[in-house]
């Protein structure tokens, strides 16, 4: 059974960092992209970054640009969302993605993990 397992979330004041971690299981994924997303309360989820198998390829929401950073450890079969300057409209729940493709979709999901991000 494959398993997404995100962890990290919590709350932080503007400004602030957070390390987001997920950690696969059931199979692996090192030829896979991996990405996160998050859904805010009373909004759709919407695509946040995404890193390509080999790691050499990453693509970012416009407006987490220069603020966030993904990151994979095909090894540890994990992908990681470095997130600085964190800013109260980050607020959501973020989700890990396997098997990414362009237009947004993924085969697998994690089941989130919360960040709060206090003004």
């Known amino acids: 059974q494959v398993q997404l397992v995100e962890s990290g979330g919590g709350l932080v004041q503007a400004g602030g960092s957070l390390r987001l971690s997920c950690a696969a299981s059931?199979?692996?994924?090192?030829?896979?992209?991996m990405g996160w997303f998050r859904q805010a309360p009373g909004k759709e989820r919407e695509f946040v970054a995404r890193i390509s198998w080999i790691g050499l390829t990453t693509y970012y929401l416009n407006d987490v640009k220069g603020r966030f950073t993904i990151s994979r450890d095909n090894a540890k079969n994990t992908v990681y969302l470095q997130m600085n300057s964190l800013k109260p409209e980050d607020t959501a729940v973020y989700y890990c993605?396997?098997?990414?493709?362009?237009?947004?979709?993924?085969?697998?999901w994690g089941q989130g993990t919360q960040v709060t991000v206090s003004s």
């Open positions: 993605a396997a098997k990414v493709t362009g237009d947004g979709s993924a085969d697998y």
């Open positions: 059931g199979r692996t994924f090192s030829s896979d992209s």
